[in-house]
């Protein structure tokens, strides 16, 4: 069975925005900085996708 992830890693990060492997970690980790201080569990090395859309571009997905 297989489920659709729910998060973006930073290889996917890196493809989608064309920058390299450590800029990706670096948005990573400041956006999951941000979802912590909202009181979220994060996963490091993976952003929701859902939030990646709604910070980047004001979308939803």
Known sequence: M????????A???MEILGVSR????????KLNEELEAKGYL???GKIPK?????RLYGMTV
Do not use: C, G, M, W
Request: proline share 0%; no cysteine; net charge positive.
């Open 2 to 9: 297989t489920q659709k992830s729910l998060y973006f890693t």
């Open 11 to 13: 290889n996917e990060v």
């Open 22 to 29: 450590s800029s990706a970690y670096k948005l990573i980790k």
């Open 42 to 44: 994060v996963t490091a």
């Open 50 to 54: 859902k939030f990646l859309a709604e």
